[in-house]
């Protein structure tokens, strides 16, 4: 039996206009009062609490930075970070002045507002600190903070070989995601968004991780998705996302997540 339900954001949960539909409103709204919903996703908490609030679950703990950062109420639960020296050793890396935007918490540092940062301000309704990442630096020096991530922005092949760097040097430190050519997702080794889960489980909703049910649709949700009673990949999820996945679902641009939960919970 299901008691709990987490969904990715981006690429599983939003439509082509990068919203909420009003049939995922709906479906979600109906399901709310029987059992928890969570999102959980590599967004900052601040891009995710809009969507918690047309949910009408801001209640419900969410997921935030790929499992860096697990709030309850705005409390934090669990937070996990890539220590300063280590951030420090990945902006030493950059040598082809990729776009590199470090989060701690509720802070999201761009150097400049460029076409990155405009992309992500348009894609998450976040608007972005100015500060270079050596003035990030001093400022997490000065207050012991880490980044919950870094996202690194630029040209395909530039991002590739940055990232074929990253994990020839600090393999064991960092969890890399391609979550497109232009992009890598930089996170702590030792969390993931099945770690997220598994700690819930344990903390706050006493139910075993078969009795959850999780959609998907990129790499940093495969573990998720395997680990989980029930995990279902939206019909445009990478092909390993979906070899993995119990299901593949209706694309997200269809309201796959919504149509599965009505045929699934047998809703009106």
Not at 73 to 96: A, C, D, G, M, Y
Not at 115 to 123: D, M, Q, S, V
Request: proline share 3%; net charge negative.
């Amino acid at each position: 039996m299901i008691k709990l339900i987490c969904s990715d954001i981006d690429g599983t949960l939003l439509n082509a206009e990068r919203e909420l539909s009003r049939k995922t409103i709906s479906a979600l709204g109906k399901l709310k009062q029987e059992l928890p919903i969570v999102l959980i996703s590599a967004r900052m908490p601040s891009a995710m609490r809009y969507l918690q609030k047309q949910l009408g679950i801001l209640n419900q703990p969410m997921v935030a930075y790929n499992g860096g950062l697990v709030l309850s109420e705005n409390s934090v639960k669990q937070s996990t970070t890539i220590p300063i020296e280590l951030v420090r050793e990945i902006v030493n890396f950059n040598t082809h002045d990729l776009h590199l935007s470090l989060y701690h918490n509720e802070d999201w540092y761009v150097p400049e507002v460029d076409y990155w940062a405009k992309r992500e301000i348009n894609n998450t309704k976040v608007n972005p600190n100015l500060k270079t990442n050596e003035e990030v630096l001093k400022l997490w020096n000065e207050t012991k903070a880490g980044a919950h991530k870094i996202m690194c922005m630029g040209d395909a092949e530039m991002v590739g070989e940055f990232y074929n760097h990253l994990a020839k040097k600090l393999p064991e430190d960092l969890n890399l995601y391609r979550s497109k050519d232009t992009y890598i997702e930089i996170s702590p080794k030792q969390i993931s968004k099945r770690s997220a889960i598994e700690f819930l489980i344990a903390s706050e909703f006493n139910i075993e991780m078969n009795e959850v049910m999780s959609f998907g649709d990129n790499y940093n949700d495969i573990e998720m998705l395997k680990a989980c009673g029930l995990g279902l990949a939206v019909g445009n999820a990478r092909k390993e996302v979906k070899n993995v996945a119990d299901e593949v679902i209706n694309n997200a641009k269809e309201d796959g997540v919504a149509d599965f939960l009505h045929s699934y919970f047998k809703l009106d």
